[in-house]
């Protein structure tokens, strides 16, 4: 129950907390032949009941004789909330914070009243882990394993926003998540075409926090437009239509939604794939339209927001054959871009497809952002060794500088950069829809058509032993259609390479 009152005002119970200090030792208490001989509190943790138990000693008097109220109030709120009309407090937070909470028992007869003024914290649960999109029965179910301090998944909560938010849903027909930070939290962002459309959530709570139509100017989309994906960066932020238009959006700080998306888009382009990674000063952009690849500055923050034209760099050290990422020709198309950092150098892999046959480039990028430059470096390109078992709807992901994961039908495989090999990693009874890694890329995420989400140990030990390790499996989601790695802050997000 969530009934506002205005009875008791943050000053009200400050007020009551300097009278009765919330030190572990309490007093007895009398009132109307009633005493307080244990009240255990402890402290919240969202999505779970919140139980305290107070011990009464009523005496000669009946538990009958008396109304219990318990009220809670978040330090940056104004007003309580009621919470239950039971002696014994069981409620589930559904906001992380410091709370100041008020226990009353009044005699029905006498209209006395005690109270007892505690303090609590209410904790997220919801920090680290993997979150899980799926299509179930129509419907956007979002699920999430959470990883523990010893990076190890210690529960899994399917349908997480259905559980603590029915009847309420959280929509319709999904298509893909997105992530951004601030210094304390996350954002997920849930790219949806049906139901509330698409919505961003409270990382520590799950809680719908706004639509997408509202982080426009004038709070709606621009005509025809349609959420197909979005990247944040540092201080850059696009969002992408499925129609290729790209709108962007400049923070002025690191408060969520400190500005709006820009309704005049990109120009001269269709941008139909993105690629950012924290180390990146860029938001890497594909114009389908121009068959190029552009970047968009987020750092420094003089030029964020600049755009960037890929060039061959004249100075050379390209190998021939490599394909220009101006103008890849006509009859090529980009299918994934991938990036790493070895030391302080950025890396790029790149999966081409030209006429009938998968590419593999590897390279290098220069950003001269005063004349709206990004400089190819070190590029090589050669026939991917994929050729055979891949397809244009194969799913990739790079964990590093040794190993490109891609999933296609019901298998996951390897390429051994080292080796130039692929390998076999494992086979299922679905198919293979999104691959994504944690934060130290020695773990691998895999959805499946079927519904089937399981999470694989791919370090080296492993991948040399030939043998695929599970480290955790989940079945009967729906149809998943993406999964991205949950890293709860700014610092844990920024840190990875």
Same mark, same amino acid.
């Given at each position: 129950?969530?009934?506002?009152?205005?009875?008791?005002?943050?000053?009200?119970?400050?007020?009551?907390?300097?009278?009765?200090?919330?030190?572990?030792?309490?007093?007895?208490?009398?009132?109307?032949?009633?005493?307080?001989?244990?009240?255990?509190?402890?402290?919240?943790?969202?999505?779970?009941?919140?139980?305290?138990?107070?011990?009464?000693?009523?005496?000669?008097?009946?538990?009958?004789?008396?109304?219990?109220?318990?009220?809670?109030?978040?330090?940056?709120?104004?007003?309580?909330?009621?919470?239950?009309?039971?002696?014994?407090?069981?409620?589930?937070?559904?906001?992380?914070?410091?709370?100041?909470?008020?226990?009353?028992?009044?005699?029905?007869? /006498?209209?006395?009243? $005690? @109270?007892?003024? %505690?303090?609590?914290?209410? &904790? +997220?649960?919801?920090?680290? !882990?993997?979150?899980?999109?799926?299509?179930?029965?129509?419907?956007?179910?979002?699920?999430?394993?959470?990883?523990?301090?010893?990076?190890?998944?210690?529960?899994?909560?399917?349908?997480?926003?259905?559980?603590?938010?029915?009847?309420?849903?959280?929509?319709?027909?999904?298509?893909?998540?997105?992530?951004?930070?601030?210094?304390?939290?996350?954002?997920?962002?849930?790219?949806?075409?049906?139901?509330?459309?698409?919505?961003?959530?409270?990382?520590?709570?799950?809680?719908?926090?706004?639509?997408?139509?509202?982080?426009?100017?004038?709070?709606?989309?621009?005509?025809?437009?349609?959420?197909?994906?979005?990247?944040?960066?540092?201080?850059?932020?696009?969002?992408?239509?499925?129609?290729?238009?790209?709108? /962007?959006?400049?923070? $002025? @700080?690191?408060? %969520?939604?400190?500005?709006? &998306? +820009?309704?005049?888009?990109? !120009?001269?382009?269709?941008?139909?794939?993105?690629?950012?990674?924290?180390?990146?000063?860029?938001?890497?952009?594909?114009?389908?339209?121009?068959?190029?690849?552009?970047?968009?500055?987020?750092?420094?923050?003089?030029?964020?927001?600049?755009?960037?034209?890929?060039?061959?760099?004249?100075?050379?050290?390209?190998?021939?054959?490599?394909?220009?990422?101006?103008?890849?020709?006509?009859?090529?198309?980009?299918?994934?871009?991938?990036?790493?950092?070895?030391?302080?150098?950025?890396?790029?892999?790149?999966?081409?497809?030209?006429?009938?046959?998968?590419?593999?480039?590897?390279?290098?990028?220069?950003?001269?952002?005063?004349?709206?430059?990004?400089?190819?470096?070190?590029?090589?390109?050669?026939?991917?060794?994929?050729?055979?078992?891949? @397809?244009?709807?194969?799913?990739?992901?790079?964990?590093?500088?040794?190993?490109?994961?891609?999933?296609?039908?019901?298998?996951?495989?390897?390429?051994?950069?080292?080796?130039?090999?692929?390998?076999?990693?494992?086979?299922?009874?679905?198919?293979?829809?999104?691959?994504?890694?944690?934060?130290?890329?020695?773990?691998?995420?895999?959805?499946?058509?079927?519904?089937?989400?399981?999470?694989?140990?791919?370090?080296?030990?492993?991948?040399?032993?030939?043998?695929?390790?599970?480290?955790?499996?989940?079945?009967?989601?729906?149809?998943?259609?993406?999964?991205?790695?949950?890293?709860?802050?700014?610092?844990?997000?920024?840190?990875?390479?």
């Amino acid at each position: 129950m969530k009934t506002k009152i205005a009875i008791f005002s943050i000053f009200t119970l400050f007020a009551f907390s300097s009278c009765l200090e919330d030190k572990g030792n309490y007093d007895l208490v009398d009132l109307e032949n009633v005493t307080i001989t244990s009240f255990v509190k402890g402290n919240a943790t969202i999505g779970e009941p919140y139980i305290i138990k107070p011990v009464l000693d009523y005496k000669e008097a009946s538990e009958d004789d008396f109304e219990y109220f318990w009220y809670a109030n978040r330090s940056d709120y104004k007003t309580s909330d009621t919470l239950s009309y039971e002696k014994d407090l069981s409620y589930v937070f559904t906001k992380s914070g410091w709370y100041i909470g008020v226990f009353q028992i009044k005699n029905k007869k /006498t209209g006395g009243i $005690t @109270s007892k003024v %505690f303090t609590f914290d209410v &904790y +997220s649960q919801y920090q680290k !882990g993997w979150l899980v999109l799926s299509d179930k029965n129509g419907v956007s179910t979002l699920s999430y394993a959470r990883v523990n301090s010893d990076n190890i998944i210690d529960k899994t909560f399917t349908d997480i926003y259905g559980t603590i938010y029915a009847p309420d849903k959280l929509g319709a027909a999904p298509i893909t998540l997105g992530r951004h930070y601030s210094n304390q939290a996350d954002q997920i962002l849930v790219v949806q075409d049906g139901g509330s459309g698409t919505v961003e959530l409270d990382g520590t709570s799950f809680e719908k926090v706004i639509t997408t139509d509202k982080e426009f100017v004038d709070g709606i989309y621009p005509s025809g437009f349609i959420p197909l994906k979005a990247e944040y960066g540092e201080r850059i932020e696009v969002i992408i239509g499925k129609d290729g238009r790209a709108y /962007t959006r400049i923070r $002025t @700080s690191r408060i %969520f939604q400190s500005t709006r &998306y +820009s309704t005049t888009s990109l !120009g001269n382009a269709r941008i139909t794939q993105t690629h950012y990674r924290p180390a990146l000063d860029f938001i890497l952009l594909y114009d389908e339209q121009n068959n190029r690849i552009l970047g968009i500055q987020d750092l420094p923050q003089s030029y964020t927001g600049k755009i960037l034209y890929a060039k061959m760099d004249p100075q050379g050290g390209n190998e021939d054959g490599f394909t220009d990422l101006a103008n890849m020709g006509n009859g090529t198309k980009l299918i994934y871009t991938g990036s790493y950092s070895s030391g302080s150098i950025d890396y790029f892999i790149q999966i081409l497809k030209k006429e009938d046959k998968y590419r593999i480039q590897k390279f290098r990028l220069r950003s001269e952002t005063a004349v709206q430059s990004l400089y190819v470096i070190e590029g090589t390109e050669a026939d991917f060794k994929g050729n055979g078992l891949v @397809s244009d709807q194969t799913q990739y992901f790079l964990t590093g500088g040794l190993y490109l994961f891609f999933g296609e039908g019901n298998r996951l495989y390897y390429y051994d950069f080292n080796l130039n090999q692929i390998k076999t990693y494992a086979s299922f009874s679905g198919n293979v829809t999104t691959l994504e890694s944690n934060s130290s890329k020695d773990q691998i995420g895999v959805g499946l058509d079927n519904g089937e989400f399981y999470v694989f140990d791919v370090t080296n030990e492993v991948l040399a032993s030939g043998t695929p390790s599970t480290l955790h499996k989940v079945e009967n989601l729906g149809k998943i259609v993406d999964i991205q790695f949950k890293y709860g802050n700014y610092s844990d997000f920024y840190s990875q390479n």
